[in-house]
Antibody, heavy 117, light 111 residues
Framework: QLLESGGNLVQPGGSLRLSCEVSGFTFSKYAMNWVRQAPGKGLEWVSVISGDGARRYYAESVKDRFTISRDNSKSTLYLQMNNLRVEDTAVYYC????????????WGQGTVVTVSS | QSVLTQPPSMSGAPGHRVTISCTGTSTNIGAGFHVHWYQQLPGTAPKLLIYDNNNRPSGVPDRFSGSKSGTSASLAITGLQAEDEADYYCQSYDSRLNIYVFGSGTKVTVL
């Protein structure tokens, strides 16, 4: 089970932190991702973090503005979003990655982020 | 602009077959990276349908199958059912961009 929270309406330039609480598997063993979907649009990969948190990668569109992190003791994934833009408006999903396959085999239900003045 | 190209829409009558294409380049599908497919029913989160080009997770009906050749991949749905009406996305990895990439998505309509 993956349960996102933290989505909200925020003004351009504002900040937001998303959380994804995980249960049902050993969280620290798996890389975790954030994927987003703008209204009426397709899926866009945002960021990935390794199981131990040592490696993090970002889409160009969010680099230097978003930070992915995790707390394995709390089985929780985070996405700190700063300097938000209107084009960041989307449903944000957390997704568990299949080991060594770069495929996402479990998804949360999503949390809605709206950036608007 | 998605890195992987899919047809925007496809349709078929119940019981028929539809095949969705996913076209990439030499830096993603053509570089040997696996292709995965997801089904997104209206108003829900995506669900993994096919992984590693042609493998089904447990619980996915064998009406769904995948294949890959060169810089392209495809998802076939045979014996189309009303419940298959959804958006379908392919996904891979791009070695030039160093990111995971999704297809543009295909909306399947059951007539």
């Amino acid at each position: 089970q993956l349960l996102e929270s933290g989505g909200n309406l925020v003004q351009p330039g504002g900040s937001l932190r998303l959380s994804c609480e995980v249960s049902g598997f050993t969280f620290s063993k798996y890389a975790m991702n954030w994927v987003r979907q703008a209204p009426g649009k397709g899926l866009e990969w945002v960021s990935v973090i390794s199981g131990d948190g040592a490696r993090r990668y970002y889409a160009e569109s969010v680099k230097d503005r978003f930070t992915i992190s995790r707390d394995n003791s709390k089985s929780t994934l985070y996405l700190q979003m700063n300097n938000l833009r209107v084009e960041d408006t989307a449903v944000y999903y957390c997704a568990k990655e299949m080991p060594a396959r770069r495929a996402f085999d479990s998804w949360g239900q999503g949390t809605v982020v709206t950036v608007s003045s | 602009q998605s890195v992987l190209t899919q047809p925007p829409s496809m349709s078929g009558a119940p019981g028929h077959r539809v095949t969705i294409s996913c076209t990439g380049t030499s830096t993603n599908i053509g570089a040997g990276f696996h292709v995965h497919w997801y089904q997104q029913l209206p108003g829900t989160a995506p669900k993994l349908l096919i992984y590693d080009n042609n493998n089904r997770p447990s619980g996915v009906p064998d009406r769904f199958s995948g294949s890959k050749s060169g810089t392209s991949a495809s998802l076939a749905i045979t014996g189309l059912q009303a419940e298959d009406e959804a958006d379908y996305y392919c996904q891979s990895y791009d070695s030039r961009l160093n990111i995971y990439v999704f297809g543009s998505g295909t909306k399947v309509t059951v007539l």
